[in-house]
């Protein structure tokens, strides 16, 4: 097939993205801080690239200001979506007449690196038996011609997904982009994203409930129940497709327990499809998951709700969208391949350290190899046999890998080997340490530092009150610790720190009152 790279400053550039939809059901409410906001938390996700989708709005100015000085590339669309168009002279003067103004509006942004006509246009013909989409003059014609015209040095593709062959199917994983919805709206299962062999794969994704915090605030307390009523229904809740999906992570016997395991789904099938596209390097040319924001407090396929909260899954973006990864692949015949992903324009030397490993902390099996990562580039730096092992053996072990240079460590990931609602966990005893940091501007920063004595799964840290976190809902291997910076606005009162992981009690500590801070 073909390839769809980015090529910036002559730089071939793996797009690590998701789409963004409109902030806000009424536009007019989103102010310039909560676009602040929500940009930040996007480069801070380690992403590089947004799609605006084209079923939403042109964005306000504020936001393409944001990206242009926090890096962030603008994919961009014009907003037809979803169904074929009127083709009647009238409606194609209209559209030429808007497509001028935003054109003439965006062009001098920075951040825009590609033109798109719409979003799903070529490929809804095909939803309704026809195979005439190359005959759409909107976007074979109307727009391409308006941008051609006044702003000619960057591309424009017509529809997304988008063949360039007219005879091949709009969403082909052969060439041009395409959008994998076989997983979700399909019903395969999540591991089939790792057959897609999409040259850029620009939506997939998907849903997990908000924060309890979140829904609270719309969920009325007498519906606060499991099995859910009308008010969850109402705000998107789809069981009928996101409990096959949850049911390998296990049962939900309550609201908290449907948050939790809605969120863990949706943060495993992301990092799983990421990590599966990232390791395709360039022979994939970027990835972009549905969706980064939401418009309102629902159940759906964001990783930050309305309220700018992240979900699990956030955190589970921002490893995998790191500048340089390590990934473990299943191959089956009872082999494991590990792979090394760097994004960076500077080669990358370590140690690779792949380890087989109980939850109690017995290491079985270890090996160490010297590996050295060519610039912007993957590298596939091992492979590992899985022996043959009673299944009580599987379900309390794991295979780790990490890539080391002396104490630091640049990346590192884990293996099971069974589902995850068939792991035996032993309970986790953890301990956490907390301390004033530094000062930086407005902000004080914390730094948590929590250790366990057996495997914690999924560790959440909380301070009780609004702040970033640079890591959180990550997992501590036992007798090891893993330490995180937590900001948070000079003033605001901080006293109590709060860890919890799914297989251990809560455990807290308190902070010192604060002194005299020094500075960043």
């Known amino acids: 097939g073909n390839v769809f790279n980015f090529i910036i400053n002559g730089k071939r550039v793996f797009a690590r993205g998701a789409n963004w939809v409109p902030a806000d059901a009424f536009?007019?409410?989103?102010?310039?801080?909560?676009?602040?906001?929500?940009?930040?938390?996007?480069?801070?996700?380690?992403?590089?690239?947004?799609?605006?989708?084209?079923?939403?709005?042109?964005?306000?100015?504020?936001?393409?200001?944001?990206?242009?000085?926090?890096?962030?590339?603008?994919?961009?669309?014009?907003?037809?979506?979803?169904?074929?168009y009127p083709q009647n002279e009238r409606f194609l003067r209209g559209v030429e007449e808007e497509a001028r103004a935003v054109v003439r509006r965006l062009r001098n942004h920075p951040s825009i690196v590609i033109w798109c006509g719409d979003n799903e246009v070529d490929w809804s013909y095909t939803w309704?038996?026809?195979?005439?989409?190359?005959?759409?003059?909107?976007?074979?014609?109307?727009?391409?011609?308006?941008?051609?015209?006044?702003?000619?040095?960057?591309?424009?593709?017509?529809?997304?997904?988008?063949?360039p062959d007219p005879a091949a199917d709009p969403n082909s994983p052969d060439q041009g982009d395409r959008h994998n919805w076989d997983v979700w709206h399909g019903k395969q299962p999540y591991r089939a994203y790792a057959r897609d062999r999409a040259r850029f794969c620009s939506e997939f994704g998907m849903q997990a409930s908000p924060a309890a915090e979140t829904m609270r605030e719309v969920i009325p307390p007498e519906q606060w129940s499991w099995p859910p009523g009308d008010s969850w229904a109402h705000h998107n809740l789809d069981l009928q497709k996101l409990s096959p999906y949850m049911e390998e992570f296990g049962g939900a016997q309550c609201v908290e327990d449907f948050i939790r395991l809605s969120q863990l789904t949706q943060a495993t099938?992301?990092?799983?499809?990421?990590?599966?596209?990232?390791?395709?390097?360039?022979?994939?040319g970027g990835c972009m998951f549905w969706q980064f924001n939401e418009p309102w407090p629902t159940v759906c396929w964001s990783v930050v709700d309305y309220f700018g909260r992240p979900k699990m899954g956030y955190y589970y973006v921002k490893r995998a969208y790191s500048n340089v990864l390590v990934s473990l692949k299943e191959e089956g015949?009872?082999?494991?391949?590990?792979?090394?992903?760097?994004?960076?324009?500077e080669g990358v030397e370590g140690d690779l350290i792949v380890e087989r490993r109980d939850f109690a902390g017995r290491r079985i099996w270890s090996d160490r190899r010297r590996v050295r990562v060519p610039p912007n580039s993957v590298l596939k730096a091992a492979d590992v046999r899985i022996p043959e092992m009673p299944l009580a053996s599987m379900r309390t072990e794991y295979f780790s890998a990490r890539l080391a240079k002396g104490s630091q460590v640049i990346s590192e990931n884990s293996h099971f080997l069974v589902r995850e609602r068939d792991l035996v966990l032993p309970e986790a005893r953890l301990t956490v340490r907390a301390r004033v940091d530094r000062s930086d501007g407005g902000d004080v920063l914390y730094k948590v530092e929590v250790g366990s004595d057996s495997y914690a799964r999924v560790v959440k840290v909380d301070l009780g009150v609004d702040a970033q976190y640079s890591d959180n809902y990550f997992d501590v291997p036992a007798n090891e610790s893993r330490e995180i910076l937590v900001r948070v606005r000079r003033g605001v009162p901080v006293s109590r720190v709060t860890v919890k992981a799914h297989n251990s009690a809560e455990s807290s500590c308190d902070l010192a009152p604060m002194g005299p801070l020094r500075p960043g």
């Open 27 to 84: 536009p007019s409410r989103v102010t310039a801080e909560r676009y602040r906001k929500l940009l930040e938390m996007a480069r801070r996700s380690n992403m590089n690239m947004l799609r605006v989708w084209g079923g939403g709005i042109y964005e306000s100015d504020v936001f393409y200001d944001l990206c242009d000085r926090l890096g962030i590339m603008v994919w961009q669309e014009f907003m037809f979506a979803c169904a074929p």
């Open 128 to 163: 309704w038996g026809r195979s005439d989409w190359a005959q759409n003059r909107i976007n074979r014609a109307v727009l391409k011609n308006v941008v051609e015209e006044l702003d000619p040095t960057r591309p424009y593709m017509p529809s997304s997904p988008f063949s």
């Open 269 to 284: 099938v992301l990092k799983f499809a990421i990590e599966h596209f990232r390791r395709s390097k360039f022979a994939c």
């Open 333 to 345: 015949e009872g082999r494991l391949s590990l792979w090394i992903v760097n994004d960076g324009l």
